[in-house]
């Protein structure tokens, strides 16, 4: 099947035939994996990468044992001493949907139709369910078919950043400092930064390519927390058990149930709010446990949950002596504003960057986690940019042709802030 794209003047790129190309690899991770990568079929692509990057006179490019790849576009002559800048982007794709056999569709000259999906005609893309469509009359919408995901997150910035390396080899005017390019798997399954090598990696900034709408820069996240909770029962014979059985299925059950309904749980909170988040119960008679996960923008609202959580407990268990319970917290990650605020610079190249690109950026949160806060707090500073993706880890996902471009230009123009 051939496509036919309409680009938006004056800046074209190869993204978008890279990422119809791209998504068609499967790469799904898996999170239940002991591996890694955590499945095999993610090195697939890393390796494809590999060869293109060669393919593009980056003779640098390599693929270590974890996956990784990484390469070096050097400076244009009388740059060598501007910083090194690095753009990274991930291969998996969620394991929560299937992105075995996805097959991409364009939809042309989007005009606010219902893009009915063909694979399942009941998957139904609608502006009225996706205000963001709104702003994209006149683009080029790529979906997948109806049964998949489409890989959008985060193929849309593996093919942004391929696509920008392929312009700048091909366009030596363009004045740039060292540029680093890594692509990395399992950043679905919280692993994407395991092995990541920094110092071999070289950058002293970088920004990863694996948000939304076009001109957002994502500086902050959350700082997380998991939380254990674990209930000790005493078992008996039920049919002797009055006054000796404590059931600590039934303890955990009341704490559960004892927890913010009206707050303090995602389902009621937005923006900078954060929340407690029961998300697996397991148990018996004898023993019974709770996992948590907890979610602030800071770390003392981290702190303040985490004692409103074992005050809770505490307060279950305590009418019965035979009861008893024991509270794990370990650290997940933390907000790499934290580490930005220091390195205000990357944030204005960014800024000036987009706006170069005629866009207005837009400085946003992230109500998550992301490989650019873990490898912040690793010594390298990170902000993550758009790369068009919606609608993530759904058989509803999209992107756009045209903001794919939007994002490539960024990168371009990044590269030439930092140049001076």
Not at 9 to 33: G, H, M, N, W
């Amino acid at each position: 099947m051939q496509y036919h794209f309409r680009m938006t003047p004056p800046f074209q790129s190869s993204a978008a035939a890279r990422f119809l190309r791209y998504v068609t690899y499967d790469t799904q991770s898996d999170e239940s994996s002991q591996s890694y990568p955590s499945t095999s079929k993610q090195l697939v692509l890393l390796k494809q990468l590999t060869q293109e990057l060669k393919d593009l006179g980056i003779a640098s490019a390599t693929i270590d044992e974890y996956g990784y790849v990484m390469a070096t576009i050097p400076a244009t002559p009388g740059k060598e001493e501007v910083p090194a800048i690095g753009f990274i982007a991930h291969v998996d794709t969620s394991p929560e949907v299937s992105g075995a056999n996805v097959k991409p569709i364009v939809h042309t000259r989007y005009d606010g139709r219902d893009l009915v999906l063909p694979d399942d005609p009941s998957v139904v893309l609608r502006q009225a369910d996706n205000p963001d469509l709104a702003e994209q009359h006149g683009h080029d919408i790529i979906t997948a078919s109806g049964t998949t995901l489409l890989g959008s997150d985060d193929k849309s910035g593996v093919a942004e950043i391929m696509a920008a390396a392929e312009h700048l080899m091909a366009h030596t005017d363009v004045p740039h400092g060292p540029i680093k390019i890594g692509f990395t798997p399992d950043e679905e399954v919280g692993r994407g930064t395991q092995y990541f090598d920094v110092r071999r990696f070289g950058a002293v900034f970088a920004y990863t390519l694996d948000g939304s709408k076009v001109g957002d820069v994502e500086i902050e996240n959350f700082s997380a927390d998991a939380m254990t909770i674990i209930f000790q029962g005493f078992n008996a014979h039920p049919g002797y058990a009055k006054g000796r059985m404590v059931s600590a299925l039934k303890l955990a059950a009341e704490f559960v149930h004892r927890l913010p309904r009206h707050g303090l749980s995602p389902e009621t909170t937005d923006g900078y709010e954060g929340y407690v988040h029961p998300h697996t119960l397991q148990g018996a008679v004898e023993r019974a446990t709770v996992k948590i996960l907890l979610r602030d923008f800071n770390v003392d609202g981290l702190d303040d949950k985490a004692k409103m959580l074992t005050e809770l407990a505490n307060e279950i268990a305590r009418p019965y002596p035979a009861a008893s319970v024991e509270v794990q917290r370990v650290e997940s990650y933390r907000n790499m504003k934290e580490v930005l605020d220091r390195h205000p610079e990357v944030i204005a190249h960014a800024k000036t960057a987009i706006e170069r690109a005629g866009l207005t950026p837009r400085f946003r949160q992230i109500r998550g986690g992301t490989d650019g806060s873990r490898l912040s707090f690793m010594g390298l500073p990170t902000p993550n940019l758009f790369a068009g993706e919606h609608n993530l880890h759904s058989r509803l996902e999209w992107t756009s042709v045209q903001d794919m471009d939007k994002a490539v230009q960024v990168i371009v123009e990044i590269c030439r802030s930092w140049a001076g």
